[in-house]
């Protein structure tokens, strides 16, 4: 049986005032020029930009009362033009084996009359890591036929912060911050020991994907710089190499992912024909396989130590006999690459099956026997929807007359 917590969560939920900017998703040359912005000279504005750094990302603050080492009047003067804001959590989840996933609640953060909206974040606990799957988008404009979140027509683009929030509101509700409290309301199994961060602690997120709602290539600039702020070693510190950005295949920005962000990237297939994938991912048709592959194929930084995990989702009698996965093998010949085998995850309305046991168990000793690593993943957090391909949210595109009437 799941735990499902309804939060009466407000303690970061404090809607923005006029006047009042968030400090959190800009980068440090940013930060540097809003504290110029607020008349420090240059030397000074570094230097408090980069203890601002300090107490956001690694200590984890959203009170500026807190921050010790900044003297008590600017603190104030910090308070009474900027925010540290996080997301509401609007509900939170657990399930039997641990998984939790919480419906975050965002405001615009231009104009704060206009209606909140909502994404999942799911957190997936296991011996060795624990996993944060961070949404990009609010909807999504790709409608993959097999996925729940493109039923979800795309709202807007999350900011860098919006993205950021994300992390810092789960380690938060972790007590993954330095001297935070790990909750013990169901499910949570210990944080790994030396598996997460430089300082080689026992945090509780060790590795970020960009998995959730949104596909982050057609959110680039936000993504970008939300993963180099994760990534910072005076922040959250998070290694390129326990950050996985997944795409469906936007092949113009798979090369400036590789050289200007640097982490590991992984690659929603699920098809290896065409004319199959033009209607399992129908971004296809503008970037078709050939396309696709030879983009993975010069993935700046790619070789055996980084290799590129190619998702692919069992579908029964779709894409699961032994001729798929031999063309599989063909298709990813030469490629560094590690292939997930994701047994499809049920969501209402769908009308696709997962394949058998058995079928699975064929197509990966396939493509095992061809020399790739191919797990099967292990379906998490079926039973509050938090697996992969099951996340949505209802928060619904408004036309163009009512944001109008609303900013009006």
């Known amino acids: 049986m799941s735990i499902a917590l309804d939060l009466d969560y407000h303690a970061h939920a404090e809607r923005p005032k006029s006047g009042r900017a968030s400090l959190v998703g800009l980068m440090k040359p940013e930060l540097r020029d809003t504290l110029m912005g607020v008349g420090l000279d240059e030397r000074e504005a570094k230097m408090r930009a980069s203890q601002l750094w300090n107490w956001i990302y690694h200590n984890g603050v959203t009170d500026f009362d807190r921050m010790t080492n900044i003297q008590k009047g600017f603190r104030q003067k910090l308070a009474d033009t900027f925010l540290l804001d996080r997301p509401e959590i609007v509900t939170e989840q657990i399930s039997i084996d641990g998984t939790r996933k919480w419906l975050f609640r965002f405001r615009d953060p231009k104009n704060p009359l206009l209606p909140p909206v909502e994404v999942e974040t799911v957190y997936i606990p296991e011996e060795d890591r624990g996993t944060l799957c961070v949404s990009s988008q609010v909807g999504c404009t790709l409608t993959c036929t097999f996925c729940h979140t493109g039923t979800q027509k795309l709202v807007r683009n999350l900011t860098a912060g919006e993205i950021l929030g994300q992390i810092l509101m789960a380690r938060e509700r972790l007590g993954d911050f ?18 997460g961060g430089s300082e080689g602690d026992s945090r509780a997120i060790t590795n970020v994907v ?17 993963l180099l702020i994760a990534s910072d070693e005076a922040g959250i510190s998070l290694s390129k190499r326990r950050i996985t950005l997944s795409t469906s295949g936007v092949v113009p920005f798979i090369e400036p992912t590789g050289r200007e962000i640097g982490v590991m990237l992984a690659i ?53 006999s032994d001729a798929d996965a031999r063309e599989l093998v063909r298709l990813l010949a030469g490629i560094p690459a590690k292939i997930n085998l994701i047994p499809f995850n049920p969501w209402p309305g769908t009308n696709y099956d997962c394949s058998s046991s058995s079928r699975i168990e064929r197509f990966a000793d396939i493509v095992n026997n061809a020399g790739y690593a191919s797990p099967v993943r292990t379906p998490r957090g079926r039973d509050i929807f938090a697996a992969c391909g099951q996340l949505k949210s209802e928060t619904e595109r408004l036309t163009k007359k009512e944001r109008d009437a609303l900013t009006a």
């Open 178 to 195: 330095p001297g935070g409290v790990r909750p013990n309301d169901g499910g949570l199994v210990p944080a790994p020991r030396g598996s």
């Open 210 to 226: 960009m998995m959730g709602m949104g596909e982050p290539l057609y959110n680039y600039d936000n993504v970008k710089q939300a």
């Open 268 to 320: 929603s297939l699920h098809a290896v024909r065409d004319e199959l994938r033009d209607m399992l991912v129908p971004i296809n048709k503008k970037y078709p396989l050939k396309e696709l592959i030879q983009a993975c194929r010069d993935y700046p930084g790619l070789s055996n130590a980084r290799r590129i995990t190619f998702e692919y989702v069992m579908l029964k009698d779709i894409n699961d």
